[in-house]
């Protein structure tokens, strides 16, 4: 590339010399503003010779009558470097239809013993051999003259040094780079945050410590890393990426599309602009200090070390529980049961669905048909697992790999001012901080396990035991750590949905393990369940890739078809058919009128089914009123709509079984205290969003926070921590919620 640019000098010049040109040297021992006058014939050199000093210079060109189709054009050819440009300077927008001509252009030249400063010790020294020489050369086609200005100066600023505040004025056509030299003061990693009140659209890079620097809009993307900001941003590098130091670029933007998909400088509808004045921008920076390899040690080992303990502790508690608590006064037989399934016969049908009071016993008649269909909730969660992690892993360490190798920060949409990289990562702390899922996970498996050794399947007493179910939930818990580490390797739109399924898939566990306790024999199959489970991740996926009103209306009709369908289940009692035709029946039958064919039998039930539906037309008015005020995204508000059903479920469950004058038992009771205290507190953090992947990368850096814990976590990575106990106690509380009845028939437990 230097050759290249040799070579377009000297056939430049070249090109001067053999045609009739007026060629004009002049020699300046001074940097000082020059005014001069240039047209078709008379093009004009100046030379500088022997400016000693470590600091770069910046040659500075402005022509107020200089026209955009015969443009004046500057080469600066230093002894290793030769760089170009032109007056007025063409800015293209990142909407290609528009074009920018500026004015005013300045460029930093790169020292030429670059190389050879970044090697002395200090820059107190100015050794005499370091001196810079220039030859800037200006010619233009318009047979008019024109006026120009050239500057040479010095960029006295241009070393940057560590906790230290440094203003840069940046805008289009003047650019502007520092440089950060490393000493032995430098930590493992180098943390740079920058602000600007201006709300520009500006584009930083940080680039290795060689000549020349890309510091246009046009080729910064082309070396090292970047990222777009308006008022906020911060860069985390590791120093073993650049050798002694780095250069740090800013570029601005003709518009803001870029940072907010508007161009807010200028007007719509103009195509082409030509601007005199450059609109500028004024950026704050500071180069500090990351954390180093002690301080990740330390984070590391601590957090894993609290939640080991803390999950040891629970396992022993339940254990505890498990011999000397509520379900130890119970007692237990081994029964062995019949393989056999009769399904009801017609009478059997309606007889239950004239019934308004009914019992247990009717819906829990073949224990092994119940803990079959649990189990297939385990085998499914795990195969579900396997072949949605194993194209995700794929998938997002492609995409670190791309961002790795382009230097792209806008790809993934991270908290800047807390993403601190290892192994590669460029976010380590979010992707460690989910190792409290995987560990609480393996720790309700251990629980359910030892329950399962200690309560055995029983015919007659008792809800029946759904142990695959419980199962499931641990796994389903392990996997959305897996996962949820998985988009934190690369959090954006196109992979929102890694970080959520699971999630579904658990808020889903909860509500079929309420519903299976008191209906066994009719609950929903594994089949039936993660159908439709598919069917509204799908609905999800869509939503998230284009979220429009089309799509949110249409899951609002589908989902009130839903809603009136599963009530029917609800209130039928899985009988559905059965019930319409009764209620057909009634409703011929001329002694029967209207009222009471429509008055419902079971008024308990359907009181609550109304509230349920009120509940979640409710959910669903919030979710488009939020959206339309650009809150949420589809796949939250699709998350927050099933776990405010399962919210919904336990509430009625728990106020049924006190209706029905059960007990929640102390272990119920403890469980469900710890869940609403960890829920509460972790939700807190989880509401103070850090990222927000609904807008641009620079609107995204608005939001972003300082790590608040070991320097190493910020309040995303405490949700992670909470919200895995939280779950724990969420499972403990269902897995011992009806420890109180153990020892009652089945008969004598009220269906509800």
């Known amino acids: 590339m230097k050759t290249l640019s040799h070579m377009v000098l000297i056939i430049y010049l070249g090109s001067i010399y053999c045609s009739n040109i007026e060629i004009v040297q002049i020699y300046r021992n001074d940097t000082s503003p020059i005014s001069l006058q240039l047209n078709s014939q008379r093009q004009i050199i100046l030379i500088y010779k022997n400016l000693t000093t470590l600091n770069p210079y910046r040659v500075k060109t402005s022509s107020e009558n200089a ?90 600023d241009f070393y940057v040094k560590l906790d230290q505040n440094y203003f840069l004025t940046v805008s289009p056509s003047e650019p502007n780079y520092v440089f950060h030299k490393f000493n032995t003061n430098t930590s493992d990693t180098i943390f740079i945050e920058m602000y600007s009140e201006d709300e520009y659209c500006l584009t930083v890079s940080v680039q290795n410590s060689k000549c020349p620097v890309l510091d246009l809009n046009k080729d910064i993307k082309y070396e090292g890393t970047y990222q777009t900001i308006n008022t906020k941003g911060a860069i985390t590098i590791p120093t073993r990426q650049y050798k002694d130091g780095f250069f740090l670029v800013f570029v601005a933007k003709p518009d803001n599309y870029d940072c907010s998909q508007e161009s807010s400088y200028i007007p719509r509808y103009t195509k082409v602009l030509s601007i005199s004045q450059n609109e500028s921008s004024t950026v704050m920076f500071k180069i500090n200090n990351g954390i180093g390899a002690k301080r990740y040690v330390i984070a590391i080992l601590v957090t894993f070390f609290i939640c080991v303990i803390t999950g040891f502790l629970l396992m022993v508690t339940a254990f505890i529980f498990h011999r000397y608590g509520t379900i130890s006064r119970n007692t237990y037989n081994d029964v062995s049961v019949s393989d056999y399934f009769e399904p009801m016969s017609e009478e059997q049908i309606i007889k239950i669905l004239k019934e308004d009071h009914l019992n247990l016993s009717q819906f829990a008649r073949y224990p092994k048909r119940i803990k079959q269909r649990s189990y297939n909730y385990l085998w499914h969660t795990l195969s579900i697992a ?185 209130y039928y009692l899985n009988y559905v058919i059965d019930g319409l035709r009764q209620l057909k029946k009634n409703l011929s039958n001329s002694g029967i009128t209207i009222r009471e064919c429509f008055r419902p039998i079971r008024k308990t039930r359907f009181i609550l089914l109304v509230i349920a539906n009120i509940a979640n037309y409710a959910m669903l008015g919030i979710g488009l009123w939020l959206y339309a005020d650009n809150v949420t995204d589809f796949g939250t508000f699709l998350l927050g709509l099933l776990m405010g059903n399962s919210v919904i479920h336990a509430i009625f469950y728990i106020i049924m079984k006190l209706f029905n004058k ?91």
């Open 67 to 156: 026209q955009k189709d015969k443009p004046i054009l500057v080469v600066a050819q230093q002894e290793k470097e030769v760089t170009a440009w032109s007056v007025p300077l063409i800015v293209e927008s990142s909407k290609l239809e528009k074009m920018y001509y500026y004015n005013n252009v300045s460029r930093t030249l790169c020292h030429d013993y670059m190389d050879n400063i970044i090697s002395i010790q200090g820059f107190s020294l100015v050794p005499l051999n370091f001196s810079q020489n220039f030859i800037i050369a200006l010619s233009t086609s318009d047979p008019n003259d024109v006026d120009v200005i050239v500057e040479l100066e010095e960029e006295k």
């Open 386 to 570: 396997i072949f949605y992690s194993i194209p995700v892993v794929q998938l997002v360490i492609t995409y670190q790999r791309i961002e790795n190798a382009t230097g792209n920060e806008d790809m993934c949409y991270y908290n800047f001012f807390c993403a601190n990289p290892a192994f590669s990562f460029s976010d380590f702390n979010h992707i460690y901080s989910n190792i409290g899922y995987v560990i609480f996970g393996i720790i309700f498996i251990c629980v359910v396990v030892d329950r399962h050794r200690l309560i055995k399947m029983r015919k007659d007493k008792g809800i029946p035991v759904h142990y695959g179910l419980f199962h499931a939930m641990g796994v389903a818990l392990i996997i959305e750590g897996l996962l949820s580490s998985c988009y934190h390797i690369c959090p954006s739109q196109s992979n929102y949905q890694f970080d959520t399924s699971f999630m579904y898939v658990m808020a889903v566990l909860c509500m079929v393990k309420l519903y299976q306790n008191r209906h066994p024999d009719i609950n929903a199959t594994a089949y039936t369940t993660f159908s439709v489970l598919g069917i509204a991740i799908f609905m999800a996926m869509i939503g998230i890739l284009n979220g429009n009103l089309v799509i949110w209306i249409t899951f609002v009709v589908c989902y009130s078809f839903l809603c009136i369908f599963l009530s029917l289940k609800i």
């Open 662 to 752: 059960e007990k929640i038992c102390m272990e119920a009771t403890i469980y469900g205290l710890l869940s609403l205290v960890a829920w509460s507190s972790s939700g807190v953090f989880f509401l103070d969003a850090a990222t927000l992947w609904t807008v641009t990368p620079a609107q995204s850096r608005q939001w972003n926070q300082e790590c608040i814990l070991f320097q190493f976590f910020d309040k995303h990575d405490i949700w992670h921590l909470l919200s895995a106990p939280a779950l724990y106690f969420t499972f403990m509380f269902l897995m011992s919620l009806d420890d109180d009845i153990l020892d009652i028939d089945k008969s004598e437990i009220p269906v509800f």
